[in-house]
T-cell receptor, first 115, second 111 residues
Framework: GENVEQHPSTLSVQEGDSAVIKCTYS??????FPWYKQELGKGPQLIID?????GEKKDQRIAVTLNKTAKHFSLHITETQPEDSAVYFC??????????????FGQGTTLQVKP | EAQVTQNPRYLITVTGKKLTVTCSQN?????MSWYRQDPGLGLRQIYY???????DKGDVPEGYKVSRKEKRNFPLILESPSPNQTSLYFC??????????FGQGTRLTVV
């Protein structure tokens, strides 16, 4: 079945710097890739997603890129702020099971933005 | 306010005592799902439902049951809880073609 690997597990950056989190997936038929942000004591919140027919998507300071050939996708956060500190999860929807059906999550990245 | 509501938020129970965690969404979403979150393992899907009376197993369904009799509700049932089911549980809902909304979580401890 699908497997999603996420790196790094922890990331510390200075405020204003960029942060990049990378994920690889195993099932070439996966077609939907969301990213979630989880703050302490809260449930994950969808921040951006990308479908397999698109190579890049951007929303203000956040962007996601997808390389279908290499089977990896990345989250890019520019001009980081202390409120970006959280745990970030990538996910993949395998075998065309629908954009929100079966989801396989990465292990998570704890991002710390130092003021 | 659009939301996914889980109850209870915290629960301590004993091994073997049946329990139900409720989940309700007010967004008329077709899709609902349950996840468990454990340190170092991320989020793992237990069950999901694409519509009323349609449920499918996720990656870790053993020891759990679900039902989807109404569109808005998707309860998680532990018939005979065991200590290895101690975890943080999340319910989520969404529409086809859109991302999932998560509830606030239920922290379950089985002693």
């Amino acid at each position: 079945g699908e497997n999603v690997e996420q790196h790094p597990s922890t990331l510390s950056v200075q405020e204003g710097d960029s942060a990049v989190i990378k994920c690889t997936y195993s099932d070439s038929a996966s077609n939907y890739f969301p990213w979630y942000k989880q703050e302490l004591g809260k449930g994950p919140q969808l921040i951006i997603d990308i479908r397999s027919n698109v190579g890049e998507k951007k929303d203000q300071r956040i962007a996601v890129t997808l390389n279908k050939t290499a089977k990896h996708f990345s989250l890019h956060i520019t001009e980081t702020q202390p409120e970006d500190s959280a745990v970030y999860f990538c996910a993949a929807s395998p075998k065309g099971s629908g954009n929100t059906g079966k989801l396989i999550f990465g292990q998570g990245t704890t991002l710390q933005v130092k003021p | 306010e659009a939301q996914v509501t889980q109850n209870p938020r915290y629960l301590i129970t004993v091994t073997g005592k049946k329990l139900t965690v409720t989940c309700s969404q007010n967004m008329n979403h077709e899709y609902m799902s349950w996840y468990r979150q454990d340190p170092g393992l991320g989020l793992r899907q237990i069950y999901y439902s694409m519509n009323v009376e349609v449920t499918d197993k996720g990656d870790v369904p053993e020891g759990y049951k679900v039902s989807r009799k109404e569109k808005r509700n998707f309860p998680l049932i532990l018939e005979s809880p065991s200590p290895n089911q101690t975890s943080l549980y999340f319910c989520a809902s969404g529409r086809q073609g859109a991302g999932a909304f998560f509830g606030q979580g239920t922290r379950l401890t089985v002693v």
